[in-house]
């Protein structure tokens, strides 16, 4: 096998060992996240989110663990990279969404989305210089932010009277 691809499956079967898997989300989760999961909780799910198209060159594991409060629980999605992806905080979001997706078809009752925190696990050889955030891919990032991070537009029709529709010929 490759190089490459035999460092993928180590890091795949590594990470799934529960001591391994438990003291690398103690040394790198930040201390505000650390502090409201049970990493004791800590399970490996068996679903993989990554594009089919991207399969080949990408690991991904995920974790679900309880919070402390047993209120609910994140997704830990941690992902091996070893070359520098301009867009990878799109296709971060992306995973997310999907892991959403997944955990609402699991929990149909569920009337809340699961937290996911996602790590990359970079093992190139030069320091990772792409963007880390999804604002810094817009042209603009302080519209994109305010976009998407504020309500959406609503326009609620049975509160427009209609004299205003009526005036409005043409929308």
Not at 22 to 39: C, G, M, N, R, W
Not at 133 to 142: A, C, Q, R, S, T
Request: charged share 25%.
């Amino acid at each position: 096998r490759p190089k490459r691809k035999r460092n993928d499956l180590f890091f795949k079967k590594a990470i799934t060992y529960p001591q391994v898997s438990k003291e690398f989300f103690t040394a790198h989760l930040p201390a505000h996240i650390l502090s409201q999961v049970d990493l004791t909780t800590l399970k490996q799910e068996k679903e993989s989110f990554i594009d089919t198209d991207l399969k080949s060159g990408i690991v991904d594991v995920l974790f679900s663990v309880g919070t402390d409060d047993k209120a609910g629980y994140f997704y830990l999605l941690t992902e091996k990279q070893a070359t520098e992806d301009r867009f990878m905080p799109f296709r971060i979001y992306k995973y997310i969404l999907k892991i959403c997706d997944w955990h609402l078809a699991q929990h149909p009752q569920s009337k809340h989305l699961p937290f996911v925190y996602p790590f990359i696990f970079y093992t190139g050889q030069t320091e990772y210089k792409a963007p880390l955030n999804l604002w810094d891919l817009f042209i603009n990032p302080e519209l994109a932010k305010a976009i998407y991070t504020n309500n959406f537009q609503l326009v609620e029709l049975n509160k427009v009277a209609d004299e205003e529709l009526i005036a409005r010929v043409w929308s």
